[in-house]
Every structure is written in C-alpha cells, then in structure tokens.
Nanobody, 114 residues
Framework: QVQLVESGGGLVQPGGSLRLSCAAS????????MGWYRQAPGKQREFVAS???????NYAEFVKGRFTISRDNAKNAVYLQMNSLKPEDTAIYYC????????WGQGTQVTVSS
C-alpha cells in the first residue's frame, strides 16, 4: 500500500517561504494525479494545488502566484514551494492523490506568524 510522508513545514514570518516535500512509496506513484491539501484549525481540509503525471497543474485561487507545485516521478516525490506566505496559510499540509484518496499521512505543520 502506498504511504505518504510530508515534510518541510515550520514557523515562518509573513512574507517568508517554505518548501514542502512529499515522499510516496510504491512504483505506481508516477501514474497518480497528485495534490496538496491543507487543514487549518477548526476548518475542513481544502484543496491547494494538483499536478498530473504529465505535469498539468491546477491551483486554488487563494495560492495562485504564490505557490508552485512540482513533482519528480523518479524520486516518487511531489513538492510545494510556498512564497509570500500569509498568516491565513497557517495549517497542516497534506499530500495525496486526487479522489479516491490514499490513506492520509501525518501532514506537516506550517505556521505563519510574526
């Protein structure tokens, strides 16, 4: 079964940057349409960005121009470069394929605060 492990979160000041990584086990990762999601305290999990196996990308409106998703199929990895971070970006960030989801990983906490 594919396992997802997110990393790269942390505490950053408003306007700062972070790069999240997601490592996936399993050789069929390269066939998955992968996404990043986030869940802020007291809110439902929401879609952030996605990337198809061929590299077609989609972003939620609230991250356009600030976040960049990418993938490395050879490394079974997907990344999220986050720039110009805002306090409202504070959340636990998860990677997963698009529906139907795989079992969720632990996520990585991103806190944007001065």
């Amino acid at each position: 079964q594919v396992q997802l492990v997110e990393s790269g979160g942390g505490l950053v000041q408003p306007g700062g940057s972070l790069r999240l990584s997601c490592a996936a086990s399993g050789s069929i990762f390269r066939f998955y349409h992968m996404g990043w999601y986030r869940q802020a305290p007291g809110k439902q999990r929401e879609f952030v960005a996605s990337i198809t196996p061929g590299g077609t990308i989609n972003y939620a409106e609230f991250v356009k121009g600030r976040f960049t998703i990418s993938r490395d199929n050879a490394k079974n990895a997907v990344y999220l470069q986050m720039n110009s971070l805002k306090p409202e970006d504070t959340a636990i960030y998860y990677c997963n394929k698009l529906i139907p989801y795989l079992p969720w990983g632990q996520g990585t906490q991103v806190t944007v605060s001065s």
